[in-house]
């Protein structure tokens, strides 16, 4: 107080408000502090990380919205769907909203969609999730009309998302050449094979959003979805699904291991079916009981082909000169080949059958007699050009070449069983596309089941498109063969009169080869019947080939193969429409006697 | 040509500039020249109009961008719904092709018409329409040939499927009365029918 007259300023002393300097310091003070706060949240934004923010900003208000591309469908050939994609929604639960009313929803959605009730419960109860599947794979209106109904019966915590629902409306017809789809990928067959071309290439679309609709002129980028193609088969759904019983019923009757078919149209090479058995249902692929019964048998299976492979060594040797329909065959009780000793399916005295004879009765001593006429090196040759030890290439994976002896271990007692079927292994397709040669004229046509062109996923083009043809035997070696084989489906002369169908002419062929063990790599006595025929025989329109694993009835490919070879046709001929010919059938000698002179 | 007419034009001002009608001509540009401001009858309209018509202008486009925007707006919102109803009658679409692909299939239709005691028939003939002539061996198609859609039940086990337990019984000749022959009888005549049936199905 003493001091206050020297200060004037002194009497603000008592209240500091009253100064302004201070006050002004402290205002700057506090506006530096706010500043600088600011300046480093702007550091932080603008220089440590400026995109994720930016991104979070963009985010804010925009929605993405995957536009899922369509999978092509797999169609038989009149465009009936085998597998076909329909929008599809998965329900799914929030546990937390559902768990209070769970075993009444769970009984809600029991009764309304396909589900288990205890396992719908389960996942209604799912501790410390908020997400959990409820059913998968529903067609979307139902999912969304069930979920509508949960919400108007007071249920809460349902909702719906996109999954693409994959259906086979013929259940097991042909499942094992389309296959079947998993989760998220294909596993098998067509599906797996051609997934490039079905699946298509998924879009997008991102647009600006408030309240939950799209603002009009707000920035939308649009990624258009591009849906996958069709793939056209040259199946023919009806006649597969025919093949397939009739293939069941002979595989249970003769107590079988497996069977399979083959039909082709004739001029074209078109697969119309191609059926194995046991299968399974494609809707439900677990429903298999053997791994083996996923895939094709038909493609797969490497067998001997028995028999029917005496088709291709006699047309070959016709064609080459060195027999015709009438030559004249001795045929010893048993022949002996290098250091075994070939016997025929009977016992017999000598015979005395012309080469039409031989195939009627299937007599292997008197084709290896015929047949050890061929040049060295020109059997080999033929059945290369018939399509044996080659791939057929007709789109599925996994498909077997089958085995023809290199040339190096191709000794004259290999060409003596080959002869006749033995040492040699084919897959059904080889086989069926081999005689459907004869049938054709002499004229091999690659079978294809595909129809047009489609790329596989290992970059192989296959289709009716890049079909090929060669002549492999003469139009009148096969005309020769054709009528030699009309003679086996003879009640009198023939092996197998249970393939005839009443008022047609049928030529085919018998096979009963021995099957080799895994075991011990050796003839383990069960037995591959098999039976390949065409008709009309003097116009052929379609070639069957039905093969039978390992018959447990005792039965040979006249018995087991014949039926089933003649049901399978006689579906075919009535289901396309085809009359008999009303020619006269084949009549030529089978047997001559010694004394007799030969009559040409 | 040209100087003659010159002549003839200078004449003409010589004329016009000539004394005796200066007087009239000044005097016309004296009265010109002697102009006086006319006085402006400036009539003060208000600003009324004008902030009116602007702001009516303004109003109006206000109010036209609001309705624009509106109109957009509610066009989108019918745009959202009418494209959930076509997915919604779409995905409807797919599933009902769907039900009926599966109410096409062969298996189906097959064991519907085997129910109503259809059979495929064995042999295919033809009846050519021009001239009535029967094409093929017609044969009618018995039970006999019908084909089996359904796998065969898995075979039992012995414990659960055992043998029939036969019993022979000698029948009396002399007693015609007697029930038990005649049923008798009548078993051995359905075996002897049975049998042959087997042996076709083979």
Known sequence: MRRMPSRPSARARGSLRGSPHLRLRFGFLVIAMVLSVFGARLVQLQGVDPHAYAAMAAAEGTDIVELPAERGDILDRNGKPLADSVDGAMVVANPELTREKAPELAKFLAGRLDVDYFETLKALRLKDKQFAYVARRVPASKAQAVVAAAEEAGFDGLDTRHDPVRDYPAGDVAANLIGFMGTDEALAGFERNFNGLLAGQDGSERYSVGVGNRIPLGQATIEPAVDGQDLNTTIDLDLQWYVQRVLRQTREDARADSAFAVVLDTKTGEVLALADDPTYDARDPRSAKAKGDLVSRAMTDVYEPGSVEKVLTLSALIDAGKATDKTRVVVPSSLVSGDRVIHDWFTHDTLYMTLAGVVAQSSNIGTVLASRNFETGQLREYLTKFGLGQKTNVGIAGETQGILPDPSIWTSMTQDRIAFGQSLSVNAMQMAAAVNTIANGGVRVSPSLIRGTAVTDEGLQVGTDTATTERVVSKRAAHQMTLMMERVVDPDVGVAPSAQIPGYRVAGKTGTAQRVGPACGCYNNTFTVSFAGFAPADAPRFTVYVVVQNPRNGGGGGSVGGPAFAKIMSYALSRYGVPPTGSAPSRLPTTWRPGQVASR | ?202
């Open chain 2, 1 to 202: 040509m040209s100087s003659p007419a010159f002549q003839i034009r200078s004449g003409r001002i010589r004329a016009a500039g000539a004394p005796g009608r200066v007087s009239g001509l000044a005097g016309a540009a004296l009265h010109r020249a002697r102009l006086t401001v006319v006085p402006r009858t400036r009539t003060r309209t208000g600003p009324l109009p004008f902030v009116t018509l602007v702001s009516f202008v303004l109003l109006a486009g206000v109010v036209g961008l609001l309705m624009f925007n509106t109109s957009m707006q509610q066009a989108a919102f019918t745009a959202t719904t009418m494209e959930q109803q076509a997915a919604t009658l779409n995905a409807r679409e797919q599933t009902l092709r769907m039900e009926l692909d599966a109410l096409r299939d062969p298996q189906r239709v097959a064991l519907k018409a085997q129910r109503m005691g259809m059979v495929i028939p064995a042999t295919p003939a033809f009846l050519r329409l021009t001239d009535g002539e029967v094409l093929g061996t017609p044969a009618a198609a018995t039970r006999e040939n019908s084909l089996r859609l359904l796998p065969q039940a898995p075979q039992k086990p012995a414990v659960l499927d055992p043998a029939p337990n036969v019993v022979t019984v000698i029948g009396e000749p002399a007693d015609p009365g007697a029930g038990d022959g005649q049923r008798h009888h009548g078993r051995d005549k359905n075996k002897q029918q049975q049998q042959p049936r087997t042996d076709g199905n083979r």
